[in-house]
């Protein structure tokens, strides 16, 4: 099977943003009087932040709405992550060796649209990606497919030639489910590691510390690309 286009998750696989995202929904939820900890946010990692607001009301019935705890969210997360959001190193490399052989690539995220073309832009990032799309553009998040089909469509790719890049169990289901081949470089590395793991392609099975660009770029080259 050929690969033409490469699909990148954002948080978590190209930036370590995870824990700015866990210290925003922190001093969110400390508004509230609830103390929100880090394995309470690891059952949100992956899916859009809309999603989470969502579940977070319903579960501990907040006098606010959605809308106002994303935008809160919001504020709180881009004072953080313009101060410190670090791209991971390898990551960075591969996107390079990827653009160097005219291979497009796209951003595909949960993220909220406002934020995510902020940072983008803060970063850097912009002069790499072909197409930057947020899970706000389609209206429905990862694990649905759509966010991915979109990015697809975006740079004129066919699904069942697209790899995609993830660190998320929610993210490689959101990528199985678009027919798409997939790199799979889990964020949280804890054993056992989620069954949908082993469902990729590829499986940096320790994720940042194991993953290397010439190893993915190799990957890419000898097993799939194709002419």
Not at 120 to 127: E, F, K, M, R, S
């Amino acid at each position: 099977m050929r690969i033409d286009s490469v699909i990148f998750d954002f948080d978590g696989t190209v930036v370590d943003s995870e824990p700015n995202y866990y210290e925003a929904d922190r001093l969110l939820m400390a508004e509230y009087g609830i103390h929100f900890t880090f394995d309470m946010k690891k059952e949100f990692i992956g899916r859009g932040n809309t999603t989470m607001m969502e579940e977070l009301n319903r579960r501990y019935n907040l006098p606010t709405t959605v809308e106002d705890m994303a935008k809160r969210k919001n504020q709180l997360y881009l004072d953080i992550a313009l101060k410190n959001t670090p791209i991971y190193p390898e990551m960075m490399l591969f996107i390079k060796m990827l653009v160097r052989e005219g291979i497009p690539i796209a951003l595909a995220s949960g993220t909220s649209s406002s934020i995510l073309n902020r940072l983008v832009y803060h970063l850097g990032l912009n002069q790499y990606f072909d197409a930057v799309i947020s899970s706000d553009e389609v209206g429905k998040s990862k694990p649905e497919p759509d966010i991915f089909l979109e990015a697809a469509k975006k740079i004129h790719s066919d699904p069942k030639n697209c790899l995609i890049v993830e660190d998320s169990a929610f993210g490689i289901e959101a990528g199985l489910r678009a027919g798409m081949q997939v790199m799979a470089v889990p964020y949280i590395t804890d054993e056992p590691l989620d069954e949908i793991f082993f469902k990729s392609d590829i499986l940096f099975r320790q994720g940042q510390s194991e993953f290397s660009a010439e190893k993915a770029m190799n990957w890419v080259n000898t097993r799939y690309l194709q002419e």
